[in-house]
């Protein structure tokens, strides 16, 4: 398309562009509406110990379902969300809808990602000790998954966060690791206490792949530095043998168990903890 702007002079008009700005215009205001009308859901996706196959916690995981046009994903609007500021309420509705499904699970721990505008923000430490405390919800239990990009740009303020939130009991994961561009020396700085392999290391792996090799190394490179390791995205029982032998500790992957809502997950812990006799009755709390 070609527009005029007066005296003669032409501009090239990018119709995609505008498609695009219109489509996030319309999802920013769908996301308001979404929040006052309780739209949102959680679902919850089990990450189970490499060596038993217990499940031993649970990532939340935003859903956005029954829209008129369709369920969108995530990566389809946290971006978005975060673009606008709406990250914020977005953000603490996931932390307190979870921890109140999460309490009565006394032996899983709850793990959420958090945004790095959330992250950075000076209002968000209180408000996780509010619904701490409103849900009575133990911050031992808890861990935060953050992403490489914050971290890098301002390191010295995310080493004061991670150490604030560790002080109070709580764990923080460096998320999606592999992707980015962390370097040994911020691993080291950074107190975190899990790194989550991304799915995308994943691809290959078979015996004595490049891709294997790689992520040994990342096992082993997490392992001297006394964190724990999670691999995500674990679809095959190939990739499972070898993250095991690699000394990965915990799985997550659709091998397990996908993303679900509230009710599966106890139905899938009242399964485990039945399985386990003697266990069964304190685990289930209420
Ligand atoms: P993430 O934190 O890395 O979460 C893992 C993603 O991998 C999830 O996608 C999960 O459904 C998917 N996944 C798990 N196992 C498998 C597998 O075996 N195969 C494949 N192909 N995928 C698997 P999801 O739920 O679409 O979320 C995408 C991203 O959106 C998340 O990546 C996270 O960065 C972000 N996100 C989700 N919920 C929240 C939230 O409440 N707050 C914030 N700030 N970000 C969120
Ligand atoms: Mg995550
Ligand atoms: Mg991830
Ligand atoms: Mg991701």
């Given at each position: 398309?070609?527009?005029?702007?007066?005296?003669?002079?032409?501009?090239?008009?990018?119709?995609?562009?505008?498609?695009?700005?219109?489509?996030?215009?319309?999802?920013?205001?769908?996301?308001?509406?979404?929040?006052?009308?309780?739209?949102?859901e959680v679902f919850y996706q089990p990450v189970v110990d490499a060596d038993t196959?217990?499940?031993?916690?649970?990532?939340?995981?935003?859903?956005?379902?029954?829209?008129?046009?369709?369920?969108?994903?995530?990566?389809?609007?946290?971006?978005?969300?975060?673009?606008?500021?709406?990250?914020?309420?977005?953000?603490?509705?996931?932390?307190?809808?979870?921890?109140?499904?999460?309490?009565?699970?006394?032996?899983?721990?709850?793990?959420?990602?958090?945004?790095?505008?959330?992250?950075?923000?000076?209002?968000?430490?209180?408000?996780?000790?509010?619904?701490?405390?409103?849900?009575?919800?133990?911050?031992?239990?808890?861990?935060?998954?953050?992403?490489?990009?914050?971290?890098?740009?301002?390191?010295?303020?995310?080493?004061?966060?991670?150490?604030?939130?560790?002080?109070?009991?709580?764990?923080?994961?460096?998320?999606?690791?592999?992707?980015?561009?962390?370097?040994?020396?911020?691993?080291?700085?950074?107190?975190?206490?899990?790194?989550?392999?991304?799915?995308?290391?994943?691809?290959?792996?078979?015996?004595?792949?490049?891709?294997?090799?790689?992520?040994?190394?990342?096992?082993?490179?997490?392992?001297?530095?006394?964190?724990?390791?999670?691999?995500?995205?674990?679809?095959?029982?190939?990739?499972?043998?070898?993250?095991?032998?690699?000394?990965?500790?915990?799985?997550?992957?659709?091998?397990?168990?996908?993303?679900?809502?509230?009710?599966?997950?106890?139905?899938?812990?009242?399964?485990?903890?039945?399985?386990?006799?003697?266990?069964?009755?304190?685990?289930?709390?209420?």
């Amino acid at each position: 398309h070609v527009k005029t702007q007066g005296k003669g002079e032409i501009a090239v008009y990018d119709a995609d562009f505008d498609q695009g700005r219109l489509r996030r215009l319309a999802i920013e205001a769908q996301i308001g509406k979404g929040l006052n009308r309780s739209e949102f859901e959680v679902f919850y996706q089990p990450v189970v110990d490499a060596d038993t196959g217990r499940m031993v916690s649970v990532e939340a995981l935003i859903r956005w379902p029954g829209r008129p046009e369709g369920a969108l994903m995530p990566d389809q609007f946290i971006e978005i969300a975060e673009a606008t500021g709406q990250i914020h309420p977005l953000g603490l509705f996931v932390l307190e809808r979870a921890c109140r499904d999460l309490a009565p699970l006394i032996d899983i721990k709850l793990s959420v990602n958090v945004s790095p505008a959330q992250f950075r923000d000076p209002a968000f430490e209180r408000q996780v000790a509010h619904v701490l405390d409103q849900t009575r919800f133990p911050p031992a239990r808890l861990q935060f998954e953050i992403t490489e990009g914050y971290l890098l740009a301002h390191p010295e303020r995310a080493i004061r966060a991670v150490e604030a939130f560790k002080a109070t009991g709580m764990s923080v994961a460096l998320d999606d690791f592999g992707t980015g561009f962390t370097s040994i020396h911020y691993l080291r700085s950074y107190g975190f206490s899990h790194i989550k392999i991304d799915k995308s290391l994943l691809v290959g792996l078979s015996p004595g792949s490049k891709a294997t090799m790689l992520v040994t190394g990342a096992i082993s490179l997490a392992c001297g530095l006394d964190m724990r390791v999670i691999a995500e995205g674990v679809e095959t029982e190939t990739q499972a043998e070898l993250l095991r032998a690699a000394g990965c500790h915990e799985l997550q992957g659709y091998l397990f168990g996908r993303p679900m809502p509230i009710a599966d997950l106890i139905a899938l812990c009242r399964e485990q903890f039945a399985t386990e006799p003697g266990q069964r009755d304190h685990r289930l709390a209420g």
